[in-house]
């Protein structure tokens, strides 16, 4: 779903204008006219600069070297700013300027700040705005930390715990849903023969909710589906915008990514479609739309669609269930032994390559393989 490392169910937008791009290194701090009218202090504006100016110079290192984030607070997150790590590069180059938007004080003496990634086409003066993103900051002695804004959009949010499931959530739960998420982790830990984690369960009613709790009310992937998830397997952490307590998509991938660190993007994303499913359909109802698709488009090549993770559908990646239907077929005639196997290429063995070597089916066959799989009943 959500590469874990973060893997995203939701397909990533790629620019399609034509951009020149600037500097290959971090572009300086824009501050916006209005940045600081709610924080008027000036020599707390200075110490504030200077925390986020070194938090940005840094930030693309990883969180475990940043000075200006509290390192108790890591203990909970390793990589609380995943997801605004590199976001200024583009094409390889550094293209979208930070800007400071504004500075809000909050009741508990933090501060909550919008830091917008924003850049201009040098040759059309096309404007692209890459996110915007919640950032909260707390005084130190030295300056200030910084710290995902999570904690605080779901400080006052529902807690309830189902077993191995510990659910954060708005408004409302339903019990057996919680209990099906549960009994489904247990199960899955027993057929890996791997321990049972416990896991923290974000439940939010869609995409748009789930991104704006994690701090960002802008990123370009939030609006690409209607139901989209993410998993953190460093910290067991699930993020459903899927309005539901049932995600077993993303808690595959908590094993897979651990179990199988070397497995292809395309075999962790089939997998977990195969098991769970995707965009809030199973595999047995995705299949159609697929075939529909490529029988509608006979120029596409199907060994591209395999692997290339393009969003070609409005709400599933045919790459996920391609791949899918590649996981369930070798599990079904070779077992766990098989899917170990899909997991584990050789190091110089691409995807079709270590196929190969399990089904035997190789690159030139592998459309009439899928063909077939396609239409065949499980």
Request: proline share 5%; glycine share 6%; with cysteine.
């Amino acid at each position: 779903m959500f590469k874990i490392r973060a893997s995203f169910i939701i397909a990533t937008i790629m620019l399609k204008a034509t951009i020149s791009f600037g500097q290959d290194t971090i572009p300086p701090l824009v501050i916006d006219q209005s940045a600081f009218t709610l924080f008027p202090d000036t020599l707390a504006q200075k110490r504030l600069l200077n925390s986020l100016n070194g938090f940005l110079e840094v930030k693309n290192n990883g969180s475990a070297s940043n000075k200006y984030i509290d390192p108790a607070y890591l203990k909970k997150n390793i990589e609380p700013f995943q997801h605004i790590q590199d976001i200024e590069m583009n094409g390889g180059k550094s293209f979208f300027n930070p800007t400071l938007l504004c500075v809000i004080p909050l009741e508990d003496k933090s501060l909550l700040l919008k830091l917008a990634f924003m850049g201009v086409g040098e040759v059309d003066k096309t404007p692209f705005l890459r996110v915007i993103a919640s950032l909260i900051a707390k005084k130190n002695d030295d300056g200030y930390y910084f710290y995902n804004a999570l904690d605080h959009y779901t400080r006052s949010w529902n807690r309830l715990t189902s077993g191995s499931i510990n659910y954060i959530y708005p408004n409302r739960i339903d019990l057996n849903k919680a209990r099906a998420m549960n009994k489904f982790n247990s199960a899955f830990a027993k057929k890996l023969n791997t321990p049972v984690p416990k896991i923290t369960y974000y439940k939010f009613e869609d995409p748009e909710q789930m991104f704006k709790t994690m701090g960002y009310d802008f990123i370009e992937n939030m609006y690409a589906s209607r139901v989209g998830g993410l998993a953190q397997y460093w910290n067991n952490t699930v993020f459903a915008g899927n309005d539901s307590e049932l995600y077993e998509h993303e808690v595959v991938h908590f094993y897979t990514y651990i179990v199988f660190p070397k497995g292809k993007k395309n075999v962790h994303e089939g997998y977990a479609t195969y098991i769970g499913g995707s965009g809030g359909k199973s595999l047995d109802q995705l299949l159609p739309l697929d075939k529909s698709y490529i029988d509608q488009h006979p120029e596409q090549e199907i060994t591209e669609l395999a692997t290339d993770f393009y969003p070609h559908t409005p709400d599933v990646q045919l790459t996920y269930v391609l791949s899918a239907v590649v996981c369930r077929d070798i599990e079904t005639r070779y077992g766990m032994s098989g899917i170990k196997k899909l997991f584990n290429p050789a190091e110089d063995d691409d995807y079709f390559a270590n196929l190969k070597k399990i089904t035997g089916v190789d690159k030139n066959d592998f459309p009439q393989y899928i063909r077939k799989l396609l239409t065949q009943k499980p």
